[in-house]
């Protein structure tokens, strides 16, 4: 079964910085694009960044761009999105979702959530 | 960015009747190799996003035949021929194919 586990969230200080984990099983995890996508309490969809199977292309949402990195350990099969200077708009559970093996194409599976909380 | 903008915003429907959302975008989701490049999520209560449909029309795996979509372009239909009572929650169309990609607003679904 394909499977995607967020961890990391919690709820830190304007400023501070967090790191977010997806762990996933099921696939070959290193022929996948994978994205992180945002929702604020109460709002839609965001999307935040992608990145490619072998790490070496990324893309972010200008809002977190040179903020937020996102990388990949294809050893561990695990993405991680670091977040540093964080404010109070990035209160959000951050998802992360499995891209299709070329770059374009749809999202599937979603994982269940991590809830960033930025407040002080 | 391309602005994805769904109409209505919440829909309240009795079970067995039909249902339909619109998708409007701000550019066009064709792409050169022919495919357009349009979802549709449904985020059911306390879940996460699920795919129903890929470039536009396509059903996922396992999306009963009630959901069908359509459309071309800038302008796409999401339509549920008879709506049953797992089918509430928001949907959501996402365009994926120019950066950064973007989501509608979302639609409502409600049983009557």
């Known amino acids: 079964e394909v499977q995607l586990v967020e961890s990391g969230g919690g709820s830190v200080q304007p400023g501070e910085s967090l790191r977010l984990s997806c762990a996933a099983s099921g696939f070959t995890f290193s022929s996948y694009w994978m994205h992180w996508v945002r929702q604020a309490p109460g709002k839609g969809l965001v999307w935040v960044s992608r990145?490619?199977?072998?790490?070496?292309?990324?893309n972010y949402a200008d809002s977190v761009k040179g903020r937020f990195t996102i990388s990949r350990d294809n050893a561990k099969n695990t993405m991680y999105l670091q977040m540093s200077s964080l404010r109070a708009e990035d209160t959000a559970v951050y998802y992360c979702?499995?891209?299709?093996?070329?770059?374009?194409?749809?999202?599937?599976?979603w994982g269940q959530g991590t809830l960033v909380t930025v407040s002080s | 960015d391309v602005v994805m903008t769904q109409t209505p915003l919440s829909l309240s429907v009795t079970p067995g009747q039909p249902a339909s959302i619109s998708c409007k975008s701000s550019?066009?989701?064709?792409?050169?190799?022919?495919?357009?490049?349009l979802y549709w999520y449904l985020q059911k209560p306390g879940q996460s996003p699920q795919l129903l449909i890929y470039?536009?029309?396509n059903r996922f795996s396992g999306v009963p035949d009630r959901f069908s979509g359509s459309g071309s372009g800038t302008d796409f239909t999401l339509k549920i021929s008879r709506v049953e009572a797992e089918d509430v929650g928001v949907y959501y169309c996402m365009q994926g194919l120019h950066l950064p990609y973007t989501f509608g607003q979302g639609t409502k679904l409600e049983i009557k």
């Open positions: 550019q066009s989701l064709l792409h050169s190799d022919g495919k357009t490049y």
């Open positions: 990145i490619g199977g072998d790490g070496s292309s990324t």
């Open positions: 470039e536009v029309s």
């Open positions: 979702a499995r891209g299709q093996r070329g770059v374009l194409g749809w999202f599937d599976p």
